[in-house]
C-alpha cells in the first residue's frame, strides 16, 4: 500500500511514458481554416452571457452512489458514482455535448479514514491528459501512502478520460482537450463542476481541510479552481496555464515545417479562444502562500515560459524545479517531500 522497490520501478516506467507525450499530440486534429470560425462563435457566446454562466458553482447537491472497495481497520477505499448532466439546460452550447453519455457520470476513488478529524488534509488529485485509469492515478499519486501518512485522498477522473471516455468516438474533438474550443471550454467548465459538487459531499462527510494536486492538464484545472474557489492548500506539478499560448508555439513549429498559417490566426486570437477558463484571467481566491508549483527543469512538453506566466500572476506561491521532464514530482525525491510537507502544513 505504501510502494517500495517494484513500485518504485513502476512509478520509472511510468514517468517514461508520460515524458513521451509530444506538443502535437496534446491538441490533435486541429483543423486551422475553422479556427477564425471558431473565435468568431466564442465572441458571440461571451457577448450573451453564456460563457460566464457555465462557471458558476452548481446550486444543489449531489450524493453519489457508493461501493465499498476495500476495507482497512481504519477506514477503506470507496468508488463514488455522481451523475453529471452538465452543461445543464439553460447553457446549452452544444447539443452533442449530451449525446455522449459515458460522460455523464463523474467517478472518484475515495480513500477515507473512518475517525473524522478537522486538521486531516483531504487530498483531491486530478489526473493528466490521456490518465484517468484508477489503477494510473494511484501510480501516479501513491494515495496509500498518502492515505499511510494521516491524509485522506480523492481521485477524480476527468471528463473522456477513464471511464468517463466514450466507447466509440467519431473524431478526435470527442477528446479533452480537444480541437474544437468550444468543446474545451464545456469540458472544462464541466470538470470544475464535478470538483465543486464532490467538494459539497465531501463537506457533508465531514472533510473540512480540503487540498488540490493536480499534474499537467489536471494542474490546469486545478489552478483554475484555486482561483474560483477557496482551498486550503494546492500543488500544480507541472502545470500548463495557458492553452492559447501551447497552441500557438504548436503552429510556430507547424509553420517552421512548411504549413501555411492564415494570417488571421495570432497568439492574441489564440489567446482569447480559451481565455475564459485560463487562469491568467482570474485573481485567485485561494491565497498564493497556499499555493505550490512543482515544474520539471527537462520538461519538454510544458515549456518553462508557461510557468513563468504564473509566476507573474502569482508572485507569492511557491516554486519547485526537480530534476525530471513532465513526470517531475510523480517519484519520491526532494520535491515528492516538499510537496507532502507542504499538504501536511496546517497554519496559514
Not at 248 to 277: A, F, N
Not at 302 to 315: F, K
Not at 317 to 336: L, M
Request: aromatic share 8%; proline share 6%; with cysteine.
Amino acid at each position: 500500500m505504501v510502494g517500495g522497490g517494484g513500485l518504485d520501478r513502476i512509478l520509472s516506467a511510468l514517468a517514461r511514458s508520460i515524458s513521451s507525450v509530444t506538443l502535437d499530440s496534446l491538441v490533435p486534429g486541429i483543423d486551422l481554416g475553422d479556427l477564425v470560425k471558431d473565435h468568431e462563435r466564442y465572441v458571440q457566446l461571451r457577448e450573451g452571457g453564456f460563457l460566464e454562466r457555465l462557471f458558476e458553482a452548481p446550486r444543489l447537491r449531489r450524493s453519489p452512489l457508493v461501493t465499498p472497495i476495500h476495507g482497512f481497520p481504519d477506514g477503506g477505499v470507496f468508488d463514488l458514482e455522481f451523475d453529471s448532466p452538465f452543461p445543464n439546460d439553460e447553457v446549452r452550447l452544444s447539443p452533442s455535448y449530451n449525446e455522449l453519455r459515458e460522460n455523464q457520470i463523474s467517478y472518484v476513488r475515495l480513500w477515507e479514514h473512518a475517525q473524522p478529524n478537522p486538521l486531516r488534509p483531504t487530498i483531491v488529485a486530478i489526473h493528466g491528459w490521456t490518465m484517468g485509469d484508477q489503477r494510473v492515478n494511484s501510480l501516479a499519486f501513491l494515495p496509500g501512502y498518502l492515505y499511510s501518512i494521516g491524509c485522506n485522498v480523492a481521485l477524480v477522473e476527468l471528463p473522456f478520460h477513464g471511464r468517463r471516455k466514450v466507447a466509440a468516438p467519431t473524431s478526435s474533438t470527442d477528446l479533452f482537450p480537444s480541437a474544437n474550443p468550444i468543446r474545451t471550454t464545456l469540458a472544462v467548465a464541466h470538470s470544475l463542476w464535478d470538483l465543486r459538487v464532490l467538494s459539497g459531499y465531501l463537506a457533508m462527510r465531514g472533510h473540512s481541510n480540503l487540498c488540490c494536486v493536480g499534474m499537467s492538464l489536471g494542474a490546469y484545472i486545478g489552478a483554475l479552481w484555486a482561483s474560483l474557489d477557496r482551498l486550503h492548500r494546492a500543488v500544480l506539478m507541472v502545470p500548463l496555464v495557458s492553452m492559447g499560448d501551447m497552441a500557438w508555439e504548436l503552429l510556430k513549429s507547424r509553420k517552421r515545417s512548411g504549413v501555411k498559417v492564415p494570417r488571421q490566426i495570432t497568439r492574441g486570437l489564440l489567446r482569447d479562444l480559451y481565455w475564459d477558463h485560463c487562469v491568467l484571467a482570474h485573481t485567485p481566491k485561494t491565497e498564493q502562500r497556499a499555493m505550490m508549483v512543482i515544474a520539471g527543469r527537462g520538461d519538454h512538453l510544458v515549456p518553462s515560459s508557461q510557468v513563468a506566466l504564473l509566476q507573474r500572476h502569482w508572485p507569492d506561491a511557491s516554486y519547485v524545479w526537480a530534476a525530471g521532464g513532465h513526470a517531475a514530482g510523480t517519484q519520491r525525491g526532494e520535491a515528492f517531500d516538499t510537496m507532502i510537507s507542504f499538504l501536511l502544513n496546517s497554519g496559514g
